[in-house]
């Protein structure tokens, strides 16, 4: 295997919902926490919004969700829930005004814990950019390709992976973002 991509500030890194779900869906949250050399932690606010995942109904051609179930992450110390301090909650309150719930609490826990983050919401990058001390932000795309790059993966592996996390995940990185070209070729490589 490649050498690992380690975050900084310590080993772990904030999810918000989308990219605890897309990384759920893809079925392989431990090797991502692996490649990145962390675990992760999410807000109590982001375990009450990331209920769900698609499931793909091959014999009738249907999406029908299927429920998360954290507990396995959660019992392997690859992911914990954490509440809002006192002075989070102040932040919490200023953020949820611009973004939902989840997003709201999970930028108080990275600008007041100072760690990096994980999410795809352009308005909680932009609001979080904007702090003085802005976390490390990562995507779900730039999170795969360290995770691909980490286990080198082959182009099926990583073309399944990429398929199950958009059809799964409900995921299609936004016009703009920097990897969407290596998104677009990692799927391509299988024929669906």
């Given amino acids: 295997m490649s050498g690992r991509k380690s975050v900084s500030h310590g080993s772990i890194v904030l999810l918000d919902a989308c990219c605890l779900l897309n990384f759920y869906a893809a079925g392989c949250c431990e ?27 091959t014999a009738e051609e249907s999406t029908a969700r299927e429920a998360v179930d954290l507990s396995g992450l959660i019992g392997s110390g690859i992911l914990s829930i954490v509440s809002l301090a006192e002075a989070e909650r102040t932040a919490f309150l200023a953020f949820a005004g611009q973004v939902d719930d989840g997003e709201a609490a999970t930028c108080a826990l990275a600008i007041h814990r100072r760690l990096p983050l994980a ?22 795309i730039e999170v795969l390709k360290i995770w691909a790059e980490y286990t080198q993966a082959n182009a099926v592996t990583l073309a399944r992976t990429l398929i199950t996390v958009r059809d799964r995940g409900n995921f299609l990185p936004p016009r703009g973002e920097p990897l969407r070209e290596w998104w677009e070729a990692g799927i391509s490589a299988l024929k669906e």
């Fill in 31 to 57: 090797a991502i926490a692996e490649a990145l050399g962390c675990s992760f932690v999410i807000a109590e606010a982001v375990s009450k919004e990331a209920l769900y995942i698609l499931r793909k109904d």
């Fill in 119 to 140: 999410t795809d919401d352009r308005k909680a990058r932009r609001l979080l950019q904007a702090q003085a001390g802005a976390p490390r932000l990562y995507s779900t």
